[in-house]
């Protein structure tokens, strides 16, 4: 059984600061990582994803990815309250033929003005 | 920009009646996807499709469930008789191709009375 955890918040912190969401994965097997955003009522979003350790820059996003450890994050910089929503870790395994993601329960993040 | 397009957006059926969602993939994508999200819940797979054919599938997706592409474009999600849990959002995804992201279409909200 494939398991992604996350803390599901709500996670909450000033409107500037620095939000940092984090995920573990159960397989091993997973070798790209997909962070997506997902408003109320909405569907997911893609935000960015990685594949490589270490760290990955998008913008106001930073993925880093540490493989031994089974363990991806996400950190937000200079949060806004448009960024108030719930992220979705969705580790990938490429072996998969289907590719579908596994989802993990998203944590709920509340940037407060 | 393409995206993907479901209908209908809501979906009221009582129990034991047949529901077709539908979905329209982006055009040159290759990879189709069933997830649902009943409400505050995680993400779901139910099953992928490549090739005119189910290339992977979840417990979740049991007899009562099966897809199809009819016509090239369409790509359909059919439950033939509905429990009060099948209620859930039902989300549409697609992908050119196994090493890209996953974009995912508004969804459709079915309640099973």
């Known amino acids: 059984q494939k398991e992604v955890e996350q803390n599901s918040g709500p996670l909450s912190v000033p409107e500037g600061a620095i939000a940092s969401l984090n995920c573990t994965y159960s397989?091993?097997?997973?070798?790209?990582f997909f962070w997506y955003r997902q408003y109320s009522g909405k569907s997911p979003e893609l935000i960015m994803f990685?594949?490589?350790?270490g760290d990955k820059e998008d913008g106001r996003f930073t993925a880093q990815l540490n493989k031994a450890s089974q363990y991806v994050s996400l950190l937000i910089r200079d949060s806004q309250p448009s960024d108030s929503a719930t992220y979705l870790c969705?580790?990938?395994?490429?072996?998969?033929?289907?590719?579908?993601?596994?989802f993990g329960p998203g944590t709920r993040l509340s940037v407060l003005p | 920009e393409p995206e993907v397009t479901q209908t209908p957006s809501h979906q009221v059926t009582q129990m034991g009646q047949e529901v077709i969602l539908r979905c329209v993939p982006i055009?040159?994508?290759?990879?189709f996807y069933w997830y649902r999200q009943i409400l505050g819940q995680k993400v779901e797979f139910l099953v992928s499709?490549?090739?005119?054919?189910?290339?992977?599938k979840s417990e979740i997706f049991d007899d009562q469930f099966s897809v199809e592409r009819p016509d090239g474009s369409n790509f359909t999600l059919k439950i033939r008789s509905t429990k009060l849990e099948d209620s859930a959002m039902y989300f549409c995804?697609?992908?050119?191709?196994?090493?890209?992201?996953?974009?995912f279409g508004p969804g459709t909200r079915l309640t099973v009375t």
């Open positions: 499709f490549y090739n005119n054919e189910i290339s992977e």
């Open positions: 995804a697609s992908t050119p191709g196994l090493a890209y992201e996953q974009y």
């Open positions: 397989d091993r097997g997973s070798q790209s």
């Open positions: 055009s040159n994508h290759l990879y």
């Open positions: 990685i594949y490589s350790n």
């Open positions: 969705a580790p990938r395994q490429r072996d998969n033929y289907g590719q579908n993601f596994v």
